[in-house]
């Protein structure tokens, strides 16, 4: 089974919102991802989990806040934010194996920032 | 840092007709992966290729990774309009962890 589930599939919010989306992977992958992606653009790099732990920040605002409760789980809080935010998120996982790290997305979700 | 071009950016075909997307990274790449990405869709992993040379088939797909593990190609025989997408590739540099994806080629297929 090489699915990643994410919820929701849709979610519009105002710029004073707080909302998290959420993914999850039983794939027992140690690697999970958050990408963001503009229409008719490749998916941009946001966040890398590594065993639980935050091993790269693309530079995000504060806006966006990752977290990773367990191996299985991932979630990106929003807060705060901008109608430039507006695009497809991705989330993506990997098993860590050094150099053979196949990265396997998630359907994403689909935010509208009005 | 790492960038992969990709080209062309967009391809319309007649289907029957073949189809090639080619990607040129600016370092050597540990390795490569195609994903493809349909309209309303997200991307969908195909395949990826580790060995310099390293050519790979999957029914109408080539997929190719050049000897110095910098360039790579997809090729599409018989082009249907079940392959209407668009592709990217995606390469594996220095860091295990990020994928830096070319800019994608988009495919239409007219039946």
């Known amino acids: 089974d090489t699915e990643v589930t994410q919820t929701p599939k849709h979610l519009v919010m105002g710029m004073t919102n707080k909302k998290s989306l959420k993914c999850e992977q039983h794939?027992?992958?140690?690697?999970m991802y958050w990408y963001k992606q503009k229409a008719k653009k490749p998916p941009e790099l946001m966040f890398v989990?590594?065993?639980?732990?935050?091993?790269i920040n693309e530079s995000v605002p504060s806006r966006f806040s990752p977290e990773c409760p367990n191996s299985s789980l991932l979630n990106l809080h929003l807060h705060a934010l901008q109608p430039e935010d507006s695009a497809l998120y991705l989330c993506?996982?990997?098993?860590?194996?050094?150099?053979?790290?196949?990265?396997?997305f998630g359907p994403g979700t689909r935010l509208t920032v009005l | 840092g790492q960038q992969v071009m990709q080209i062309p950016q967009y391809q319309h075909v007649q289907e029957g007709e073949d189809f090639t997307t080619y990607c040129n990274s600016s370092?050597?790449?540990?390795?490569i992966q195609w994903y493809k990405q349909r309209p309303g869709g997200h991307p969908v992993f195909l395949i990826q290729?580790?060995?310099?040379?390293e050519v790979k088939k999957q029914k109408r797909l080539t997929f190719q990774f050049g000897e110095a593990k910098k360039n790579s190609s997809l090729h599409i025989t018989a082009t249907q309009t079940t392959d209407v997408g668009t592709y990217f590739c995606?390469?594996?540099?220095?860091?295990?962890?990020?994928?830096?994806f070319g800019k994608g080629t988009l495919l239409t297929v007219n039946p």
């Open positions: 370092t050597t790449l540990s390795n």
């Open positions: 995606a390469g594996l540099g220095g860091s295990n962890y990020k994928l830096t």
């Open positions: 794939m027992g992958h140690r690697a």
């Open positions: 290729l580790v060995k310099s040379g």
């Open positions: 993506a996982s990997s098993q860590w194996d050094r150099g053979y790290n196949t990265q396997y």
């Open positions: 989990y590594s065993y639980e732990k935050l091993s």
